[in-house]
């Protein structure tokens, strides 16, 4: 069974329109519910949310739906997406719940799933679930005297917080570290610069009062500008900027400058391989990740394995070979022997016990390798065109196989769809920065002709 409600990321789109409704979100709760009750024990659901205008629509159809069939709701309030995670485990519950579009405006919402073991769920089970969604609904509902439960956790934000600071390592603090978090107005906005005050650090705070309407407005990982400000103005050692769910970060050295998913990763591998924590003798990325990160890892003796886009591919590949450290060049990074996903201020703080125990500046230890110059541009098709067809024809794969030739194995092509627009995304990259800039613009002419531009 295919699924067509699901994305790379759970359902997601503009709320209160199809699918992001109500309606659906009652639905989809006493589909995945059904799913999840296994045996005959009282099931639960934890429910975790950020702080967008519309979880408090989606929030109470999910609690119904899950009522509905049977299953107890534990309500979190406000947290980050690692959390509920962490606390769907933590629980015993049979299915966690996160209520976020992540770094989109507050007019999107979406759902992420958990299983029991607090991981995303897999493509089949996300499918049977729209299975049950759209044709099983009528057997799932349960009797009146067998109707779930719902009540709040009101020390959930705490949990989490003993939590991620049990992950710094012991006998380490942050005194004397002046430190600003760009909470983007999100899901972190209590918890994050708590977690660092009670690590010993003196907190400038950015992006933590939400409105309902600014989630990420400004702020946050997608938009640094005043985060990389703040830290020049107050004379910070470092920049912290989570996403709207907090599972994804982007820092920033004393001057201002960005340091990225790719470098996160290339400075905790080096950290953890002297520390003989590193498992697997490698990393997992995806294609996106740049080719000077591999390059930097070969010299010190590691692998860069590469999985499609998306922090649950990389999940899949770590799970499945043995690698506690993974992420993406966007700032998802995973660390299986400390949680399930993607966690922003768990990686930060990683980085942040490299940063005291080399008591060096940010702008000399987090600049691990310098990134080859790296290209992407996107042509977006017209109505009615395929960009899998447009991919097959001779003259794009022509025009491919042209740059990929010219590079002559110092550099690298990647040309693939959207998973979620009308686009076809070409990235090339290599040493030669003229080079590969003509390399995609080749590319992208060969695609342009060979289709009229939306």
Known sequence: MTRTLFGTDGVRGTANTPPMTADLALRLGMAAGAQFKRGTHRHTVVI????????????????????????????????????????????????GVMISASHNPFEDNGIKLFGPDGFKLSDETEADIEGLLNNGLADTRVKPSDLGRARRLDDAGGRYIEAIKAT??????LDGLRIVIDCAHGAAYKVAPRVLWELGAEVIQVGVEPDGFN????????????????????????????????????????????VDGDQ????????????????????????????????????????????????????ERMRAD??????????????????TTGDGLAAALQVLAALVQADRPASALLHAFDPLPQVLRNVRMADGHDPVAILALDTVQGAIAAGEARFNGDGRVLIRKSGTEPLIRVMAEGADDTLVQTVVDDIVDAIARATPAA
Do not use: C
Request: aromatic share 4%; proline share 4%; hydrophobic share 45%.
């Open 48 to 95: 975790g949310k950020d702080t967008r205008l519309s979880g408090y629509m989606l929030e109470p159809a999910l609690t119904a739906g899950f009522t509905a069939v049977g299953m107890d709701v534990v309500l979190l309030g406000p947290l980050p997406t690692p959390a509920v995670a962490m606390l769907t485990r933590s629980l015993r519950a049979d299915l």
């Open 168 to 173: 710094f390592p012991r006998g380490l603090r």
């Open 215 to 258: 989630i990420n407005k400004g702020v946050g990982s997608l938009d640094t500008e005043a985060m990389r400000r703040t830290v020049v103005e107050r004379g910070a050692d470092l920049g912290i900027a989570l996403d709207g769910d907090a599972d994804r970060v982007v820092l920033a050295n004393e001057t201002g400058a960005l």
């Open 264 to 315: 996160v990763l290339g400075v905790i591998a080096k950290a953890w391989l002297a520390d003989d924590r590193l498992t697997g003798a490698g990393v997992v990325a995806t294609v996106m990740s740049n080719l000077g990160l591999e390059q930097y890892l070969r010299g010190l003796g590691l692998t860069l394995h590469r999985t499609p886009v998306g922090d649950r591919y990389v999940v």
């Open 322 to 339: 043995g690698f506690n450290l993974g992420g993406e060049q966007s700032g998802h990074i995973v660390m299986s022997d400390l949680g």
